[in-house]
């Protein structure tokens, strides 16, 4: 399976405390996004980061991805009690064309 | 902007009852469409994605069936759901751009088997 897995697969924190959540992978890929979602809700897109690129941010957010080690990480920075959700990772597998691979997900609890 | 529309949200259904979905997508033109599964607590399962009208694939053998009718209409069926149809069912549309697969999400349908 080229399913994605992360690490951990929960993460409780306190408000102001910065979260990271680990992604692996098993196929080569085009890129590789984060998305979030709260509970009972859609996923929302976060961030993309394509193979060729090693460190991307967007607000809080910073997302780093490895090609040789097949891994990635998303880091939140000052966490909010509104940052808590579940954080999937997803890949783009080279040959896969727009097809995504989700990963198994992270569920963040931000405490206040 | 564009939006993409599930319903029902929820819908409680006996076994051997048949099923529909729908999802439709609004604001742009030739969408790449895909039906998800999310059981409780997990990652999502790719059930079917199309890349134009009456263009689908199936990810998985299964009881459902998906059909696209129209350019920016996608619809999940079933003839006799199943007790494991229970999930979460998530329609995301993408566009038909290289090397931009962002997938955009609608709210979800709950569907509960009984």
């Known amino acids: 399976s080229q399913q994605g897995e992360e690490d951990p697969q929960a993460l409780s924190i306190q408000e102001g405390e910065n979260a990271t959540m680990n992604c692996s992978y098993k196929t080569s890929i085009n890129n590789l996004q984060w998305y979030r979602q709260n509970s009972g809700r859609g996923l929302v897109h976060l961030i993309l980061?394509?193979?060729?690129?090693r460190e991307k941010h967007s607000g809080r957010l910073r997302v780093t991805l490895d090609t040789s080690k097949k891994s990635s990480s998303l880091l939140i920075t000052a966490s909010r009690a509104a940052d808590t959700a579940s954080y999937f990772c997803?890949?783009?597998?080279?040959?896969?064309?727009?097809?995504?691979?989700f990963g198994t997900g992270t569920q963040l609890k931000v405490e206040l | 902007s564009q939006t993409i529309h599930q319903w029902p949200a929820t819908l409680v259904q006996p076994v051997g009852s048949p099923l529909s979905l729908e999802c439709t997508v609004e604001g742009t033109s030739n969408p790449n469409l895909y039906w998800y599964r999310q059981a409780a607590g997990r990652g999502l399962q790719l059930l079917f994605y199309s890349i134009g009208i009456d263009q689908i694939s199936s990810e998985v053998p299964q009881n459902l069936s998906a059909s696209r009718p129209q350019d920016r209409q996608f619809i999940l069926s079933s003839k006799k759901l199943l007790l494991s149809d229970s999930g979460f069912y998530l329609c995301?549309?993408?566009?038909?751009?290289?090397?931009?697969?962002?997938?955009?999400f609608g709210p979800g349908t709950r569907l509960t088997v009984l």
């Open positions: 980061i394509r193979s060729n690129e």
């Open positions: 995301a549309w993408s566009a038909q751009i290289t090397g931009r697969n962002e997938q955009f």
């Open positions: 997803a890949t783009a597998f080279t040959g896969g064309g727009n097809k995504l691979t």
